[in-house]
């Protein structure tokens, strides 16, 4: 009995070998695809594909979570498919062979690191794993508030705003704009995050800056504040302030209309003498030629 069993495994030992130095596969996993944010109260989808080498058989596909096993499929057994009692996780529905497993809504407890494992039959029994993790979102219920703008500004003047993020989990990550371009580093403040007894995180994010020339453009200023969770939440809020008109830009532009005229008439009073006198003069010469019409012809005609 004893050598029948030193035997096989040489056999084995020789079969390995073989199948190493001719190319012959093995039980190969091919992909694993866990979602990395699952917003909260949304159902998971969990994928395990592999690939059976030309002697394999498979004995089981395991499902795990932060090394706990939660789910199996055993093709062999008379229960083919189980579930395993564990907080936050619960398979609603799985495919026939256990790649794939559907999770019911999740909660925060869902969150967590997820393993699948797959074995194939005796007498080598390969195995076969990978893991990727699961962070559960809590979705903020409001966008970004902008608080600290003002109606209007002008060149020079400071711009001290703040943008507060909705409670999430996790900390949500906020990015100014200013007339659609990201603000420079130079104007942000450092963020600040705040821990909520629930669980849920707000995060405040300053900006702050002088006001140029180049940031108006057609008289507005547009202030923008990003919010955004991984590629599970992107919400934003945008303010438009006006440039405020310099002061007294129309009332000088009147003056110096009202001064050229003022200097035409000057103008023209130096070269033919004040006003009234021109007036007088031009009465006079309008009367003679009156008079001289009305005269008779011989008179004129002696006259002339």
């Known amino acids: 009995m004893a050598l029948m069993y030193k035997e096989l495994r040489v056999l084995l030992l020789v079969v390995m070998l073989l199948s190493r130095d001719y190319g012959v596969t093995s039980l190969e996993l091919l992909e694993l695809r866990v979602p990395a944010h699952v917003p909260l109260g949304t159902r998971a989808e969990l994928s395990c594909r592999w690939q059976l080498g030309p002697a394999d058989i498979l004995y089981s ?14 093709p062999r057994d008379q229960e083919p498919r189980r579930k395993f009692p564990l907080p936050g996780v619960d398979v609603e529905k799985s495919s026939t062979n256990g790649a794939n497993v559907t999770l019911a809504p999740a909660i ?5 690191r997820y393993r699948c494992e797959v074995s194939g039959e005796r007498p080598l029994f390969p195995t076969v794993s990978d893991h990727a993790d699961m962070i559960i ?7 970004p508030t902008i608080t600290g703008s003002k109606i209007r500004y002008q060149i020079g003047d400071r711009v001290q705003v703040n943008c507060t993020s909705g409670r999430s989990r996790p900390a949500t990550r906020l990015a100014w704009y200013i007339n659609g371009e990201p603000a420079p580093t130079a104007a942000l403040l450092t963020p600040t995050h705040q821990v909520h007894s629930d669980g849920l995180e707000t995060t405040s994010l300053g900006l702050d800056f ?29 303010e438009s302030v006006q440039g405020e008109k310099l002061k007294g830009y129309s009332r000088s532009r009147e003056l110096t209309e009202g001064a050229s005229r003022a200097d035409r008439v000057q103008a023209a009073g130096k070269l033919g003498g004040s006003a009234p006198a021109l007036q007088l003069t031009h009465c006079l010469l309008i009367f003679s030629a009156t008079l ?11 006259f002339v």
């Not at 979102?137 to 966008?143: I, N, R, T």
């Not at 001289?292 to 002696?302: F, I, S």
């Open 61 to 74: 596909v395991k499902w795990y979570k932060d090394g706990k096993e939660f789910f199996r499929h055993v």
């Open 292 to 302: 001289l019409q009305t005269l008779p012809t011989r008179l004129h005609v002696d």
């Open 137 to 143: 979102v809590a979705l903020p219920d409001q966008g």
């Open 108 to 112: 925060l407890e869902t969150g967590g």
């Open 210 to 238: 002088k006001v140029k020339s180049k940031h108006f453009r057609k008289g507005d200023l547009k202030l923008k504040c990003l919010a955004t969770i991984a590629t599970v939440y992107w919400r934003s809020n945008e």
